[in-house]
């Protein structure tokens, strides 16, 4: 691309980050403080668009950035500055009111949403998390079958379900022992998603008695799962976007908010990343996210990664203030969290 292509580029997605609107051929000729003609401001545009950087959307005369020309903007052409001392105290501060965990991760999720007027999320410390240690199936009367789950700090929870034919004692016990010696220590999180991937691969290795057993496994883990993996704040902030406003989009967000699962999906693969981690649309592999865009950075306590932390919001978010009061807010976290 030519040094006018990027500037260009640069220049769109400045304007739609601070308007939210389609920009025309002459706004940017206007913005980009050159002496071009509007048909060559369309030329430009036009070879932009044959990349998939920009796109027109419905008639308009305008474009928008697509997601590629997000990535190009923030991997070459943003420059965030860090924030200014003042800044960074007013946050501080935030964190200097309390020494409880789940305080301090409420602290964390409050301040990312109220500084970038974002969605804020932070996952709860990895060592503070339920662990499986023991499930145990019991036959019932006909066709059900009591699902007792032990977690690692004693708590128990049971669930009753209906299983397609009645299952022999013998053949339960059997269940319970392979889950207990396949999970046993394992966190919570990580055995859902384990056995949410055997359900959705080839079951030609597993006999009907396993496959049966990972059914009734998977359902007490969903419902004695800890619903709090993750602090969600500032949730409502994302209705002041147009792109989000929809009642059918806000849906599909509000209850992957409240059902928590995709998101702690996501957040886990960034859990080995180093620095701040960017999902632009479809990026994230989730379709409710393909508007939004997601900056995660990881929280660490003596070189031990405890969790992650960031910010919701459309793809037109300001980068440039998100991606360092996301960073900031995780060391931010962590210095407050060693000091316990």
């Given at each position: ?7 260009f ?10 308007d939210?609107q389609?920009v025309?051929s ?12 509007p ?7 036009s070879?932009?668009e ?8 419905h ?9 590629s020309?997000y ?6 052409l943003?420059k ?10 007013t946050?501080?501060?935030q964190?200097d009111r ?10 964390a ?8 007027h974002?969605a804020?999320?932070?996952m ?8 499986f240690?023991?499930?145990e199936f019991?036959g019932l ?7 007792i789950l ?9 669930r ?9 004692a013998a053949q339960?016990e059997q269940?319970?022992?392979y889950l207990?010696q ?6 919570m ?8 991937a055997d359900?959705?691969r080839?079951?030609a290795h597993?006999?009907e008695?396993m ?13 004695a799962?800890?619903?709090d993996?993750?602090?969600?704040a500032?949730?409502?902030?994302l ?6 406003s ?21 957040l ?6 180093e620095?701040?981690?960017?999902f632009?649309g479809?990026?994230?592999g989730?379709?409710?996210l ?9 929280y660490r ?11 919701i919001g ?7 203030q ?13 210095a ?5």
């Amino acid at each position: 691309m030519s040094e006018r292509a990027l500037h260009f580029l640069k220049v769109l997605v400045e304007r739609h980050i601070r308007d939210g609107q389609p920009v025309g051929s002459r706004t940017l000729a206007r913005d980009t403080g050159l002496d071009l003609s509007p048909a060559t401001v369309r030329n430009v545009m036009s070879d932009l668009e044959d990349l998939g950087l920009v796109s027109s959307p419905h008639t308009s005369a305008g474009r928008v950035p697509t997601a590629s020309g997000y990535r190009l903007f923030i991997d070459s052409l943003l420059k965030v500055s860090p924030l200014t001392e003042a800044d960074v105290e007013t946050l501080r501060s935030q964190f200097d009111r309390t020494t409880d965990t789940v305080n301090l991760i409420q602290t964390a999720s409050r301040a990312l949403s109220g500084v970038t007027h974002l969605a804020g999320l932070v996952m709860v410390p990895r060592h503070e998390r339920e662990v499986f240690r023991q499930i145990e199936f019991v036959g019932l009367s006909g066709r059900r079958v009591l699902a007792i789950l032990v977690t690692g700090d004693g708590e128990v929870h049971n669930r009753i379900l209906e299983t397609e034919q009645p299952l022999p004692a013998a053949q339960l016990e059997q269940a319970s022992n392979y889950l207990t010696q396949l999970f046993n220590g394992r966190e919570m999180h990580e055995v859902r998603r384990q056995l949410m991937a055997d359900l959705k691969r080839t079951h030609a290795h597993m006999d009907e008695l396993m496959m049966r057993a990972v059914m009734m496994a998977q359902r007490v883990v969903e419902a004695a799962e800890h619903k709090d993996d993750v602090m969600i704040a500032g949730q409502t902030n994302l209705m002041e976007f147009s792109e989000l406003s929809s009642m059918e989009r806000l849906k599909a967000l509000f209850d992957a908010f409240t059902e928590k699962r995709q998101i702690l999906d996501l957040l886990d693969r960034c859990i080995e990343a180093e620095g701040v981690q960017i999902f632009i649309g479809e990026e994230s592999g989730y379709e409710l996210l393909d508007d939004c865009s997601v900056v995660t950075a990881t929280y660490r306590v003596e070189d031990q990664v405890l969790g992650v932390l960031g910010v919701i919001g459309p793809t037109r978010m300001n980068y440039q203030q998100v991606i360092p009061v996301v960073d900031v807010t995780a060391k931010l976290l962590a210095a407050a969290l060693s000091e316990r």
